[in-house]
């Protein structure tokens, strides 16, 4: 088995160091992403019980089920190349986060504010927030 793994790997030289290249550039992408992203949430969104309407729930229906579609589509292949990376170079875990958060689907916003509430968690993205001047989040 490891035998076929190896000459599999001989042959495709090519796709390898595209997939090797492709996993270092998520990860640096994901090492810029994250504290921006971090950042930019205000420092009350998950203070209440339910989500918001988000910027997109007074536009047209048309431009606002387009917006959700292509950041359904986003998050769906962040989550296949964060499985990749799961045994690829990369920051795989993250990735699949990342993909997540961009997901809708039922019950996201009681996950993601049980995530955020984790200890840990909560002291990195606050870590962050206070290096980039703003304000802790409220829960």
Do not use: C
Request: zero cysteines; a positive charge; hydrophobic letters at 55%.
């Amino acid at each position: 088995m490891t035998a076929h793994i190896l000459d599999w790997t001989r042959t495709h030289t090519t796709g390898m160091w595209w997939m090797a290249g492709l996993s270092a550039l998520a990860f640096v992408a994901t090492l810029i992403i994250v504290p921006v992203v971090v950042v930019r949430i205000p420092a009350d969104y998950f203070a209440y019980a339910s989500r918001h309407p988000g910027p997109w729930a007074n536009q047209h229906f048309v431009l606002r089920m387009l917006v959700i579609a292509v950041k359904n589509i986003l998050g769906g292949s962040l989550i296949a190349v964060g499985t990749l990376m799961l045994v690829l170079p990369g920051q795989g875990l993250l990735t699949i986060a990342i993909g997540s958060m961009l997901l809708d689907f039922p019950g996201k916003y009681r996950l993601e504010r049980w995530l955020v509430s984790r200890g840990s968690v909560l002291l990195a993205i606050n870590w962050l927030r206070k290096r980039a001047g703003r304000v802790p989040l409220e829960l």
